[in-house]
């Protein structure tokens, strides 16, 4: 192995690791508790160190809300390929996208709430947003219904799970209808 393909492998590794971190502390703290003076403490480089791959804690977001949005679209594909018919499909979606958010708050936020930098809907679109979309797209579409555009049924849908998720979290919904609301949501939504 040449010194720079060995360099270069040490600089991904930081950066797994920076990102890791990041993560870890915003599960256990919150993102406010996320700085760039914590993160060099625990991963035990200096600042200007981490600052050679992230200028700024913005750019960190970004990057957990980046690996999220990896980590959501294959949640939600693993549950529907697992389900048989449209409706169960549908219901494995919303089940699996309001657990990866339950269990994954921080990231979730960094995906939906924080700005971590990344154009949403546009053309330069990092290809992991642009993959969750299409891994509800994906079901979603094939229950949109006839006339209806399947990639705008699908940002309702989404935007009903987002709001779902959001507001269980706060605590502005029961969280012992949780289930109900979901068979609501397939139910109303989805033409099957």
Same mark, same amino acid.
């Given at each position: 192995?040449?010194?720079?393909?060995?360099?270069?492998?040490?600089?991904?590794?930081?950066? !797994?690791?920076?990102?890791?971190?990041?993560?870890?502390?915003?599960? =256990? =703290? @919150?993102?406010?508790?996320?700085?760039?003076? !914590?993160?060099?403490?625990?991963?035990?480089?200096?600042?200007?160190?981490?600052?050679?791959?992230?200028?700024?804690?913005?750019?960190?977001?970004?990057?957990?809300?980046? =690996?999220?949005?990896?980590?959501?679209?294959? %949640?939600?594909?693993?549950?529907?390929?697992?389900?048989? $018919?449209?409706?169960?499909?549908?219901?494995?979606?919303? !089940?699996?996208?309001?657990?990866?958010? %339950?269990?994954?708050?921080?990231?979730?936020?960094?995906?939906?709430?924080?700005?971590?930098?990344?154009?949403?809907?546009?053309?330069?679109?990092?290809?992991?947003?642009?993959?969750?979309?299409?891994?509800?797209?994906?079901?979603?579409?094939?229950?949109?219904?006839? @006339?209806?555009?399947?990639?705008?049924?699908?940002?309702?849908?989404? %935007?009903?799970?987002? $709001?779902?998720?959001?507001?269980?979290?706060?605590?502005?919904?029961?969280?012992?209808?949780?289930?109900?609301?979901?068979?609501?949501?397939?139910?109303?939504?989805?033409?099957?």
């Amino acid at each position: 192995m040449s010194v720079q393909e060995r360099k270069r492998r040490e600089r991904a590794a930081r950066e !797994r690791l920076i990102v890791a971190t990041a993560r870890e502390l915003a599960e =256990q =703290q @919150g993102w406010d508790a996320v700085t760039t003076r !914590r993160l060099a403490e625990r991963i035990e480089y200096s600042q200007p160190v981490l600052y050679s791959h992230f200028r700024g804690k913005r750019e960190i977001i970004g990057a957990v809300a980046l =690996q999220g949005a990896t980590e959501m679209a294959a %949640a939600v594909r693993a549950a529907t390929a697992a389900a048989d $018919g449209p409706r169960e499909r549908v219901h494995a979606l919303a !089940r699996a996208y309001l657990d990866f958010a %339950a269990r994954n708050p921080a990231v979730y936020d960094a995906i939906f709430q924080l700005d971590g930098g990344l154009p949403y809907a546009q053309e330069d679109t990092p290809e992991p947003l642009k993959d969750a979309f299409a891994a509800l797209l994906e079901t979603l579409g094939e229950v949109a219904g006839d @006339g209806v555009d399947p990639g705008l049924f699908t940002e309702t849908f989404w %935007a009903s799970l987002h $709001g779902l998720a959001t507001l269980t979290r706060a605590g502005r919904l029961p969280p012992a209808d949780a289930e109900r609301r979901v068979e609501l949501l397939v139910d109303r939504l989805s033409m099957v």
